[in-house]
Nanobody
């Protein structure tokens, strides 16, 4: 079992930055691929980006490419989402998710953290 807890959300002006953190419990965190998703009010959940278990491979949605960066610190059991040049359309609840088998199946999810970008 893996328990995920996101933090770092808040209110920021357009053009600003935020860094989200996702702290994981469990001894095998460093073997899991991790991802960030987001869900805006009235919209479906959207993939944001993904990082391999080693941190050596990342992949981003086109909507955030060049502005968002995912990283991880396996010694701290934490994955990060650095968000720069934020836009009002980035407003959403952001979730981290764990993929234990690196097959694209996310078995564990956090509770989410709200990010609000004002114009």
């Amino acid at each position: 079992q893996v328990h995920l807890v996101e933090s770092g959300g808040g209110l920021v002006q357009a053009g600003g930055s935020l860094r989200l953190s996702c702290a994981a419990s469990g001894r095998t965190f460093n073997t899991y691929a991790m991802a960030w998703f987001r869900q805006a009010p009235g919209k479906e959940r959207e993939f944001v980006g993904r990082i391999s278990w080693s941190g050596g491979y990342t992949y981003y949605a086109d909507s955030v490419k060049g502005r968002f960066t995912i990283s991880r610190d396996n010694a701290k059991n934490t994955v990060y989402l650095q968000m720069n040049s934020l836009k009002p359309e980035d407003t959403a609840v952001y979730y981290c998710a764990a993929d234990p088998t690196s097959t694209g199946n996310y078995d564990y999810w956090g509770q989410g953290t709200q990010v609000t970008v004002s114009s």
